[in-house]
């Protein structure tokens, strides 16, 4: 007569696994506990990692993620904005052009005097 010894995997639980040599979080969680796992959530951590001394995940948190997103992004343009910096600027080009062709008319009309 031969056991069956089967192991029953407790499925109300839920462990977190990290890499056992930079002890940061992989993706994911499992039903059974191994060496490099903790029930501990790293929810709310951006790029969590583990701290085996302090039972508890470190990393940036959300909120200090969006507020540093948000300081590094570029300032957005109005493109109405845009536009009209862009008109002013060619308006600017054409009247210094127009000045440089009445100069240039001018200069041909007393050559031919």
């Given amino acids: 007569m031969t056991e069956n010894t089967q192991q029953t995997v407790d499925t109300s639980k839920?462990?977190?696994?990290y890499d056992p040599q930079t002890y940061a979080f992989i993706p994911g969680a499992v039903?059974?506990?191994?060496?490099?796992?903790?029930?501990?959530?790293p929810s709310g951590l951006i790029n969590p990692v583990?701290?085996?001394?302090?039972n508890?995940?470190?990393g940036q948190s959300m909120e200090d993620y969006l507020a540093?997103?948000?300081?590094?992004?570029k300032p957005q343009v109005d493109p109405q904005q845009q536009l009209a910096n862009l008109a002013i600027q060619v308006m600017a080009m054409n009247q210094k052009l127009n000045a440089r062709v009445t100069a240039l008319e001018a200069e041909k009309e007393a050559k031919n005097v």
């Fill in 68 to 73: 540093e997103q948000k300081a590094n992004a």
């Fill in 14 to 17: 839920w462990y977190f696994k």
């Fill in 56 to 58: 508890s995940w470190t």
């Fill in 31 to 41: 039903h059974e506990q191994v060496d490099n796992s903790t029930e501990v959530e």
């Fill in 50 to 54: 583990w701290n085996p001394s302090t």
